[in-house]
């Protein structure tokens, strides 16, 4: 719902996957993984056109000859398909909600948050064709899921012949995201505690611009500003990416959130000049709106104050190329799984085209799946102990200070020092929404230090300082 920059497709006559493929692997510093790659840049302009065709409308040129390609960040061609500016999330998710509510087989239950998955002992093999992801458990199938509604508090039970955790991020374990509140990394949790392993779990990328006031996150202002010109300065208008990077101001995201760090630890602020965009209102109109109910006297300073935060989550789950997860019945899509097609650090408007790619691969696995005929199953009673969690506020500023843009080992393992002190990995008999959400929290944010902990060396996303962070 929040995308405000578009989705990534070489779609144009002039555009080819080839030049999208080189572009992708070189933000992601050649960590991705090659055959997901491939499959997302080449099966992406056909999935594209198959909701173009099913009436989704991208902007178009004034003289209506072709789409408004935009340009961001390490692109090497304007290949970014928008909707009404920089409502792209909406307007895509919302059309494809619409198609859905469509379908009569369909039910929806909202306000509700999955608490568990249920698990069965199988001695069948996984029957789904075409998975190449090895069946790291095959005595275990998912059958179904635990969710806890929130307004009666009440637990629901779901059996399903297949379950597609599609959950979104880890944002929320850091003081300052783009993330919606409901992103903990709950997928992350879910998979950990049904015992599978998560992948790439160091690489979590910082997004330089997020819109801030009185250290709060207000949203993001799009890299597709500074694609329509807009550079990044201090307060006394210093160019900050000026001979920083070839790129300057459209750097790789995380150098340019480095660089920002740095300059506002040296005690500056930082600032968008959106003086050389023209008619800015107009082009992004929700970062405008925005801007005005933060009351951001933008029109008279053309400068939009700015600080690095967390956006967007490389690892995840790990999933074959039809979104398999290694536990039969389970599949895993968009930013919780990891198909491993960002690599190090994700290129631009890469993730809204993973969700379709993807999310149609798991559709066309799903069709192959036999019905597994699943039975409820009452779960016994829980032993653990219940919870013991840190203040959701406190983590998040353990996790900015050892696990954000800049890390060192003792500040991982002084973090993983400090976790050791609370109970968070099983599921107590009781719990609120909000404590198993700082629990998830605290299960992700160790996954992600011990995983940054191994990789000694700065790469992509991942830096490791050679400056003392205070512990
Ligand atoms: C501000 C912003 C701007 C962005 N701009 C772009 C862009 O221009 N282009 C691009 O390609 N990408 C962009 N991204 C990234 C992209 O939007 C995400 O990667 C993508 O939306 C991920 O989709 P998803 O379905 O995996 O998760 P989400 O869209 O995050 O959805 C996850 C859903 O799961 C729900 N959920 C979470 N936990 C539970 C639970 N336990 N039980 C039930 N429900 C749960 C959440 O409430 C949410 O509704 C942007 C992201 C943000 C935050």
Not at 52 to 68: K, N, S, W
Not at 400 to 416: C, N, P
Request: aromatic share 6%.
């Amino acid at each position: 719902m929040l995308a405000q920059g578009g989705i990534a497709v070489a779609l144009s006559e002039n555009d080819d996957w080839q030049s999208h493929f080189s572009d992708t692997l070189m933000a992601g510093v050649e960590h991705n993984r090659r055959d997901t790659t491939e499959i997302l840049v080449k099966e992406g302009p056909a999935a594209v056109n198959e909701l173009i065709q099913d009436g989704l409308l991208f902007d178009r040129r004034a003289d209506d000859t072709d789409f408004q390609y935009g340009l961001e960040g390490a692109h090497s061609f304007p290949r970014i398909l928008h909707c009404l500016g920089d409502q792209t999330g909406k307007v895509m998710t919302s059309f494809l909600q619409a198609q859905l509510a469509e379908q009569p087989q369909v039910t929806w239950i909202e306000e509700a948050m999955v608490t568990e998955l249920l698990l069965e002992p199988t001695a069948t093999k996984r029957t789904d064709e075409h998975a190449d992801f090895p069946a790291a458990n095959a005595t275990t199938r998912c059958i179904g899921l635990r969710y806890l509604e929130e307004r009666s508090g009440q637990l629901g039970t779901l059996t399903a012949d297949a379950v597609v955790l599609a959950t979104g991020g880890l944002g929320g374990l850091f003081p300052l995201t783009t993330n919606d509140a409901t992103i903990t990394g709950d997928g992350m949790a879910l998979a950990l505690r049904a015992g599978l392993a998560l992948k790439d779990m160091e690489f979590i990328q910082f997004h330089p611009t997020l819109l801030t006031k009185n250290n709060r996150c207000y949203g993001l202002i799009s890299e597709a500003v500074r694609g329509a010109g807009a550079r990044l300065i201090d307060e006394t208008g210093r160019a900050l990416m000026a001979g920083r990077h070839p790129l300057g101001d459209l750097a790789p995201r995380d150098i340019v959130a480095r660089e920002l760090t740095a300059a506002y630890d040296n005690g500056h602020q930082v600032f968008l000049d959106i003086q050389p965009v023209q008619d800015f209102e107009q082009h992004f109109p929700q970062i405008t709106a925005n801007l005005d109910r933060q009351q951001i006297p933008f029109r008279q300073t053309r400068r939009i104050p700015v600080r690095p935060g967390a956006h967007f989550m490389m690892g995840g789950i790990a999933v074959d190329t039809w979104g398999q997860t290694a536990l039969a019945g389970l599949y895993a899509v968009g930013e919780t799984a990891c198909t491993g097609v960002h690599g190090a650090n994700r290129l631009a408007s890469n993730s809204l085209l993973e969700c379709v790619v993807f999310g149609k691969r798991v559709a066309e696995q799903l069709l192959h799946t036999a019905s597994a005929q699943a039975a409820a199953t009452e779960r016994p009673a829980s032993v653990a102990p219940p919870f013991i969690l840190p203040p959701r506020r406190l983590l998040q500023q353990k996790c900015w200070q050892h696990l954000g843009i800049r890390r060192s080992s003792d500040s991982l393992q002084h973090l993983l020092s400090w976790l050791a002190q609370f109970h968070y990995r099983q599921l107590p008999a009781t719990y609120t929404k909000k404590q198993l959400e700082c629990a998830n929290l605290c299960l992700v944010a160790e996954t992600a230090a011990k995983a940054a902990l191994l990789r000694q060396e700065s790469l992509g996303a991942h830096a490791i300082s050679q400056e003392k962070i205070p512990l």
